[in-house]
């Protein structure tokens, strides 16, 4: 899958999210309205993940890619903290599997209304709680057997924000920017586009779709560490 090919799956999604507005027609219409569209994050995760297998099949690692895992930090039997990354990558060696990469994804960057600082924050108690003790459940299966974790100490974190739209022009870029050239080789910070993303708002066309240069970087940085 090619950063433009992605771009285009995250607009399909945008675009049939927005028609689901029109899902209740016929004889339910008038009767039943939704007044806002889907929320696309929970398949941005899963097409993310698919870029992720695709760019690293042919790795010669034992790879899994783990989306939205619950991972509880802690003993368990005493009170645990439960956390969500978006995505982990994990490296099975042995019976034992070490994750190695955590990417929190942002669709747009209206997050950053709360203030950008909270959200590197957030990631930097992640990590910290991840990389003492993690077990992980399996929450869509019936017999939920705890499975404990190595968070390698040097373990990468990233934020990725897919488009720059919804901010003042450059603002997510150069707070992206800091995070990497404040991360100390562990924290870094990723924007996929500048272009709008959903069709319903964008003066583009799917086929004007462009990635900037992060977005190849993170992945031959990914590959590479992955070798």
């Known amino acids: 899958m090619t950063s433009k090919e992605f771009l285009q799956k995250v607009w399909d999604l945008y675009d049939a999210a927005n028609h689901a507005t029109d899902a209740c027609s016929g004889a339910q219409a008038g009767r039943i309205r939704r007044g806002r569209s889907h929320c696309i994050a929970s398949q941005v995760e899963d097409l993310f993940a698919e870029l992720i297998y695709e760019s690293l099949k042919d790795s010669k690692k034992d790879f899994v890619v783990f989306v939205?895992?619950?991972?509880s930090?802690?003993?368990i039997g005493r009170r645990v903290k439960t956390v969500y990354p978006d995505i982990m990558i994990g490296i099975r060696q042995g019976g034992k599997i070490t994750i190695t990469h955590i990417y929190e994804l942002k669709t747009n960057t209206g997050w950053m209304r709360d203030g950008a600082d909270k959200c590197f924050e957030k990631m930097q108690k992640t990590r910290g709680w991840l990389v003492n003790e993690a077990t992980m459940r399996d929450e869509l299966?019936?017999?939920s057997v705890p499975t404990?974790?190595?968070?390698?100490?040097d373990v990468k974190y990233d934020l990725v924000v897919l488009?720059?739209?919804n901010n003042k022009p450059g603002k997510a870029k150069r707070f992206l920017q800091d995070v990497t050239q404040n991360g100390g080789n562990v924290f870094r910070g990723w924007l996929l586009s500048d272009?709008?993303?959903?069709?319903k708002h964008s003066r583009k066309t799917r086929e004007d779709l462009e990635a900037t240069e992060d977005f190849d970087a993170m992945i031959q940085d990914l590959v590479a560490e992955m070798k």
């Open 68 to 71: 939205d895992q619950p991972v």
């Open 73 to 75: 930090v802690g003993k």
């Open 141 to 143: 299966s019936d017999v």
């Open 148 to 153: 404990t974790l190595t968070v390698a100490q």
């Open 163 to 165: 488009t720059s739209v």
């Open 195 to 199: 272009c709008e993303l959903c069709p």
